[in-house]
């Protein structure tokens, strides 16, 4: 029997080769798991009106972590002509399942570590190394909108302000879930010697729900005094980071904002070809790159898997295989050294699986 049984979850468009890519590496470092495969994705909500559907949950609960390829989202209306006839016209709502498996197994950590690798044409500037804690579970994530305001909500103070047809989103920040967050980034820092942790929030406008954020943020940061604490305005963070990432370490923050500022710092190291993504709860998690699925190139193999490579790196440091974990970090910054292999972001020719390759024979 298999050390370790890993959900297998393929997806949409690109996500089926990059994943493929990944299998090369692990395979070649003899991890001792077996891979289970897993339905999620655009094609099970065009035929069942469900992109998760309870079978892949189910099976996700017999295994100890999962491996998650890409996904396709369209807006509702989109998705509802996609619908097969016989499901049209009945109130099926598409939500992305992988918003609903960090709040169905409550992966409230999204941890995105953002290193630019010597050698990276596509780096930003050199030697950079970040790390995000986005807050997962809640926030503006949580699927709470209306088209247009309820009539019983015009009894809230406040909200006569509003016109009756504007359309509402709620945020919910709580002080645990802010709480729990910040405390995992502080504790990342403690393990991993990092020197500091800045908060990211827009307190001087979200003046209830940051306020909330940022007394969970302060309380906690003075639990570890020898690890410095700052915080800052989303708006502000965007810019001070493009014109000094070198004066931040680990940045933690609402769910939102992580999502936008994760994606800043992965343009810094490269792009969406290496950013790479840990959706970690306390007994489980979900491993995935952070890009799209990107239709236009799936089954092509033309893609950077690097992303998807270094979230199998990810993966295997939280099932506690930490030397095939930091081998397989080596043989990926050794390629990207080398610069012999390239896909084509990074101004090269190289497939996805030539990719893929040319990290196992470092390996």
């Known amino acids: 029997m298999a050390k370790y049984r890993i959900a297998w979850l393929p997806g949409d468009g690109i996500g089926k080769d990059v994943t493929e890519a990944a299998r090369i590496v692990l395979d070649r470092l003899a991890l001792d798991a077996e891979y289970i495969p897993g339905d999620i994705g655009w094609e099970f909500w065009c035929k069942e009106g469900d992109a998760l559907p309870q079978r892949t949950l189910d099976m996700m609960k017999e295994t100890d972590c999962a491996f998650f390829g890409a996904i396709t989202s369209k807006g509702q209306d989109k998705a509802e002509k996609e619908l097969a006839p016989e499901l049209q016209g009945k109130g099926y709502s598409y939500r992305s399942p992988i918003v609903r498996m960090r709040q169905l197994l409550d992966l409230y950590i999204c941890l995105r570590p953002c290193k630019a690798y ?23 994530y949580i699927g709470v909108e209306y088209p247009r305001v309820p009539e019983e909500f015009y009894a809230v103070k406040g909200m006569e302000k509003i016109p009756r047809h504007a359309a509402i989103s709620f945020r919910a920040i709580t002080p645990e879930g802010s709480e729990r967050i910040v405390r995992a980034a502080f504790e990342y820092a403690r393990k991993y010697n990092r020197k500091k942790v800045t908060a990211v929030h827009k307190a001087n406008v ?16 003075a639990e570890y005094p020898e690890i410095a604490f700052d915080d800052a305005n989303i708006d502000a963070m965007c810019m001070w980071l493009l014109k000094n990432p070198f004066n931040y370490d680990v940045i933690v923050t609402t769910n939102l904002f992580g999502d936008i500022i994760s994606d800043l710092c992965a343009q810094m190291v490269g792009g969406m070809g290496f950013g790479c993504s840990g959706n970690i709860g306390r007994n489980y998690a979900v491993f995935e790159p952070t890009h799209g699925s990107a239709p236009k190139y799936a089954g092509q193999y033309k893609v950077n898997p690097i992303a998807t490579i270094l979230a199998a790196k990810m993966m295997l440091d939280w099932l506690g295989e930490t030397d095939k974990a930091a081998q397989l970090e080596g043989a990926v910054a050794a390629v990207i050294a080398e610069g012999k292999v390239r896909t084509y972001d990074m101004g090269g020719n190289a497939s996805t699986l030539d990719m893929a390759r040319a990290i196992a024979e470092k390996l």
């Open 118 to 140: 010597p050698g990276n044409p596509l780096n930003y500037k050199d030697g950079i190394d970040l790390v995000v804690f986005r807050e997962n579970t809640e926030g503006m």
């Open 206 to 221: 979200l003046r209830q729900t940051d306020a909330v954020f940022m007394e969970a943020a302060r309380k906690v940061a």
